[in-house]
Structure formats: C-alpha cells, structure tokens
Antibody, heavy 126, light 107 residues
Framework: EVQLLESGGGLVQPGGSLRLSCAAS????????MSWVRQAPGKGLEWVAL????????YYADSVKGRFTISRDNSKNTLYLQMNSLRAEDTALYYC???????????????????WGQGTTVTVSS | DIQMIQSPSSLSASVGDRVTITCRAS??????LSWYQQKPGKAPKLLIY???SLQSGVPSRFSGSGSGTDFTLSISSLQLEDFGTYYC?????????FGQGTKLEIK
C-alpha cells in the first residue's frame, strides 16, 4: 500500500526551528518528486515546496523562501522540511504529498498530487 | 505568480442535484489543473488531474472540463458523501497554487 507518514510537528517559539519528516512506503520513492503543502487553522491549502526525485532541484513558495529547506534521503525513503526563523503565520497542518510525473506511456498526469499523508501540526507561539 | 480563483466560495445543494464549481487562473495554464476534495479532519483527495481525467477509484459522477484559464468541476448527481471542501490547483509552473476552496454542504 502506498503510504506517507509525517512526523516532527510540535510547539515552537517564534524565531525557532523545527524539522518535519515524511516516511514513504509502497512505491519507488526516488522516482517521484515530492511536495509539502500546509493548511493554517480554518484556512485553505497553501503549496510550500517541491523537490525532484534526485533531490537536486528544489522550489519554494515566496512565503517560506530563505527560511525553509526541503530535502530527501532516498536511501531512507524519507522527505524532510527544515523550518527556520519560524513565525506565527507558519502555524499550520503540514502535509507531504507525492507528485505524479508529467506523463506515463502517453497518458498525461500533469504533476497532480496523488498521495497525501495525514499531516503533522506545527504551532508557532510564545 | 499564477492566482487561482474559485466560485462560489460555498454552496448548498440537495441529493441528486447537479453541482458545478468553477476555477479561473490568472493566466493560461493549459490543462495543468487538478481538483481535490477535503473532508473535515482529513487530507485532501485527488479527484481530477490534467483538467479532465478521473483519478482511479473516484466515482464517475465527478467530471472536470476546461483549458487555458477557465475550468469546471461537476458532480452529476450529488450524493450525501460528497460534502466537504473542494480545491483546484495548478501545476503549470512553480509556485503551484490552490484556489481558496468551495465548501459544499448537503441540504
């Protein structure tokens, strides 16, 4: 069964740091790009970051650029999100998600996010 | 950055109704558009990818259409289990972004 399991959330003071993990199972992890998506309490979904399967290419939302770092350890089938200089507005439920490829055997998937974890909660407060 | 605007923000409909949610992109995104359903306390679930392709396991009453800047998600005959919040998302270029969501309530 394809599965993603986040961990590492918690309560942190403003300016502090936290590292989230996302353990993947049931698929060939290093062949998929992965994303982090967050959801503030009572709010909508916000895309946060993307990393390619090799780990060599990353992209970020402007709201986290320079503060967050997405990375992966393909030997451990694990995705990470290092969050530094945390702010109150970073308080959210953080999901990891698998990104489908552009296409497979001429069928277009256009990078949809097809598998999601259950999320881990980050609260930034003094 | 590409902005995604959904309408309506909320709607209430009865079992058996046909429901349509629209999503507009601030610039052309071809067919790089997905739709997700989220129920309270749960992770989002992929319904439609590439604007009109039904994800495996999703009931055929769900359908998507559109390309360029204007897209729709339709539910042909609303069922009780279809309550929740629906989001569109583009994946044309980073930063990917989501619409603000449409909360669907069953009357």
């Amino acid at each position: 069964e394809v599965q993603l399991l986040e961990s590492g959330g918690g309560l942190v003071q403003p300016g502090g740091s936290l590292r989230l993990s996302c353990a993947a199972s049931g698929f060939t992890f290093n062949t998929y790009a992965m994303s982090w998506v967050r959801q503030a309490p009572g709010k909508g979904l916000e895309w946060v970051a993307l990393i390619f399967g090799s780990g060599g290419t990353t992209y970020y939302a402007d709201s986290v650029k320079g503060r967050f770092t997405i990375s992966r350890d393909n030997s451990k089938n694990t995705l990470y999100l290092q969050m530094n200089s945390l702010r109150a507005e970073d308080t959210a439920l953080y999901y990891c998600a698998r990104r489908l490829p552009h296409d497979i055997s001429d069928h277009n998937y256009y990078y949809a996010l097809d598998v999601w974890g259950q999320g881990t909660t980050v609260t930034v407060s003094s | 950055d590409i902005q995604m605007i959904q309408s309506p923000s909320s709607l209430s409909a009865s079992v058996g109704d046909r429901v349509t949610i629209t999503c507009r992109a601030s610039q052309s995104i071809s067919s790089y558009l997905s739709w997700y359903q989220q129920k309270p306390g749960k992770a989002p679930k992929l319904l439609i990818y590439a604007a009109s392709s039904l994800q495996s396991g999703v009931p055929s009453r769900f359908s998507g259409s559109g390309s360029g800047t204007d897209f729709t998600l339709s539910i042909s005959s609303l069922q009780l289990e279809d309550f929740g919040t629906y989001y569109c998302q583009h994946s044309y270029t980073t930063p990917y972004s989501f619409g603000q969501g449409t909360k669907l309530e069953i009357k």
